[in-house]
């Protein structure tokens, strides 16, 4: 399966515990995104990145949230010290470089965080 | 900031008829890209058909089409010969061919295919 693989499908963590979510996208895109969906919600945007570099971060949190998208490896996304507002799906896209031909976006299945 | 508004959470259909889900958004750019996405119980978001700003003609792709009015900054999405398989949450996205080339998603709408 060469889509969008994300991991762990479903994570629990106590209140106060750091949470990471990895995103591996499809083979030879470069560009990634990361979403929140709250139950009975769209998605929100958090965030989009590049290899080495985030290009948009306006949809996160100022405190707690972060993202990488190294080199080498999956894209990142961390949250640390999580309270229960912090339980959602968490989902990962990606985009090819040539994306202006398509516009799509490819998901994967998402990571549901539950905070206890 | 580009918004998107589906106005009804919720529709039900009866299996075979046909269904058109609503979408408006709102732009000041003239190039963007639009989708509605399906996303089941799996919660996997599927993409169901897209639509290229410049282009005129609506999309179509098997059992579902749009109806795209540029000027009036609608999208709306039909179903035709429902399938009990449709049912999910739709969710419509606009994408700017420009910039920081985030999907911007509507609220989502519930569709109940009834037997």
């Known amino acids: 399966n060469a889509g969008v693989m994300q991991n762990p499908r479903h994570l629990v963590r106590r209140r106060g515990q750091e949470a990471r979510l990895r995103c591996s996208p499809v083979?030879?895109?470069?560009?990634v995104y990361w979403y929140r969906q709250l139950p009975e919600e769209g998605l929100k945007f958090m965030v989009y990145?590049?290899?080495?570099?985030?290009?948009?971060e306006s949809g996160m949190p100022k405190e707690r949230f972060s993202a990488e998208f190294p080199k080498e490896g999956p894209s990142i996304l961390r949250i640390q010290q999580v309270v229960r507002g912090d339980s959602a799906a968490y989902f990962c896209a990606s985009s090819p470089p040539n994306f202006a031909s398509t516009g799509e976006l490819f998901f994967g299945e998402g990571s549901r965080l539950t905070v206890l | 900031a580009q918004t998107v508004t589906q106005s009804q959470p919720e529709m039900s259909v009866q299996e075979a008829e046909t269904v058109t889900l609503s979408c408006t958004y709102d732009?000041?750019?003239?190039?963007?890209?639009l989708f509605w996405y399906k996303q089941p119980p799996s919660r996997q978001m599927i993409l169901v058909i897209r639509q290229e700003a410049y282009k005129q003609q609506n999309a179509t792709e098997n059992r579902f089409s749009v109806n795209f009015q540029k000027a009036a900054k609608s999208f709306s999405l039909k179903i035709s010969d429902s399938q009990l398989g449709d049912a999910a949450m739709y969710f419509c996205?606009?994408?700017?061919?420009?910039?920081?080339?985030?999907?911007?998603f509507g609220q989502g709408t519930r569709l109940t295919i009834n037997p």
């Open positions: 083979k030879g895109h470069s560009h």
């Open positions: 990145l590049q290899k080495e570099n985030i290009i948009d």
């Open positions: 996205a606009y994408r700017s061919a420009q910039g920081a080339q985030k999907l911007v």
């Open positions: 732009t000041s750019e003239s190039d963007y890209y």
